[in-house]
């Protein structure tokens, strides 16, 4: 008998954060490692945030919150929803998190049974497929390219939904791609599944504050498939908040309903410090996330441009997030010193080794073809990282 579960056994480790500790390894090791791996803003939590986490610990706001969230952040979030994405949800559709990690885990966990199918468009951030995994869902992918912009259409959309589809699950702005997807293009993709109506929808927003294209679009905004809809959102990205572990998701209050019993019994709720904090940006203009934005667009036209130099890297124009996912399929074949590169794990090991810069392999987003790069880091390391890379590169013939 295996000590450990099957569930744990069959679960794959989280490759971003897999590959964020073994950088953190090397560099505790004295290696000069430079970190695109992890997708994690390099910003501090500005000032006024952390002043308000600062008064809920002295104002005593350090007991149990109720499981939903404390009610006055759960309407401030409801507000936001209104005011950002022209939304309707009232605070009882609203659950608060230990991120949108959790709250993605809740609503997949809380609404798919063994053997129902759950869409997920490739490339797709890590954790999707293996939470249907736990769940015993089946993930059913949808490939795209460089050359569509890593959008799906509404045609393979619809071709991949059976009988047994229960879900789809998405994110825009998109990690590890970037895209983003238009008004209309949502739109289209609402009229499919308008068609069926046992599919429900988790749109995953969180870089809603990371999109450099305009203004956010988000999907629950058409009338007709509101309640087949659940967003998620969090503080993590925009507010450069990822430690305080803060996410949530406006949805049908049965769902809502269903996340709240799910988290009474795995977390109690989360951080009541944190939620004080996450209220404070959450309340704030959105304009005071503009100038963290603003960085991450210079920073990824300034990766765009030096990629340019290196030869058989293909890239898109990512609108969003703070990624680039260029195809580098053209070095498969290519070898050095007896290392043959087979797959995009192969080159991002060989970046590590040769180069000192730790990628994330698109085999982790379901594409074997490209890698991902997050440029959420200074212009300094950015330059000296893409340096590094290309003279890694050279060295396979
Ligand atoms: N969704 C996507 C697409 C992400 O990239 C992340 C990043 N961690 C999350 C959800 C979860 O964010 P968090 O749990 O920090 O709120
Ligand atoms: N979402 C980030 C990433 O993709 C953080 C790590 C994680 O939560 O997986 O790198």
């Known amino acids: 008998m295996s000590k450990l579960s099957d569930r744990i056994n069959n679960l794959s480790e989280s490759q971003t954060l897999a590959m964020a500790k073994k950088s953190r390894e090397l560099q505790a090791q004295g290696k000069d490692i430079i970190s695109l791996s992890i997708g994690e803003p390099d910003f501090d939590t500005p000032q006024f945030i952390k002043d308000a986490g600062k008064r809920a610990i ?10 939903a969230g404390i009610l006055e952040l759960r309407k401030a979030i409801a507000a936001k929803f209104k005011r950002d994405n022209g939304l309707n949800y009232n605070f009882d559709q609203i659950i608060v998190s ?32 293996e939470t249907i995994k736990l769940a015993e869902g089946i993930p059913v992918t949808i490939p795209t390219s460089i050359d569509s912009n890593f959008k799906i259409t509404p045609e393979q959309l619809k071709k991949a ?31 499919v599944i308008i068609e069926f109506p046992d599919l429900y929808v988790i749109s995953d927003e969180i870089y809603e504050y990371i999109n450099f294209g305009g203004k956010h679009e988000s999907l629950a905004q058409f ?27 406006g949805a049908p209050k049965w769902i809502a309903d269903a996340c709240d019993k799910m988290q009474g019994q795995f977390t109690s709720g ?40 290196i030869p058989g890297m293909k890239t898109n124009v ?13 070095y498969f074949g ?4 007896g290392y043959r590169i087979k797959n995009s794990n192969d080159l991002s090991e060989f970046l590590l080794e040769q180069g000192n810069v730790a990628l994330v392999s698109g085999d982790a987003f379901g594409d074997d073809n490209c890698i991902r790069f997050s440029y959420a880091t200074s212009e300094d390391k950015l330059i000296e990282a893409v340096r590094r890379i290309k003279a890694a590169l050279a060295l396979l013939k």
């Open 334 to 337: 290519k070898a050095y010193d």
């Open 161 to 191: 939904i059976t009988p047994k589809t229960k879900m789809m699950v998405f994110s825009t702005p998109c990690n590890p791609s970037g895209s983003v997807y238009s008004k209309e293009e949502l739109k289209a993709l609402a009229s």
């Open 223 to 249: 009338d007709f498939i509101y309640d087949r809809v659940i967003t998620v959102n969090g503080v993590s990205k925009g507010f450069a908040m990822t430690g305080w572990r803060i996410g949530y998701i």
């Open 98 to 129: 230990t991120g949108a990690k959790q709250s993605i885990a809740n609503v997949i966990l809380s609404m798919i049974n063994p053997g129902e199918e759950v869409i997920v468009p490739i490339p797709y951030w890590v954790s999707y497929i």
């Open 270 to 309: 989360t951080s009541s410090v944190s939620q004080m904090a996450a209220m404070a940006g959450i309340q704030a203009e959105p304009s005071i996330t503009y100038e963290m934005r603003d960085a991450f667009q210079r920073r990824r036209d300034l990766v765009l441009k030096l990629m340019q130099e």
């Open 318 to 330: 990512p609108e969003g997030a703070f990624y680039i996912f260029p195809d580098i399929s053209y």
């Open 58 to 67: 002295d104002n005593n706001v350090t007991h149990y919150t109720p499981v």
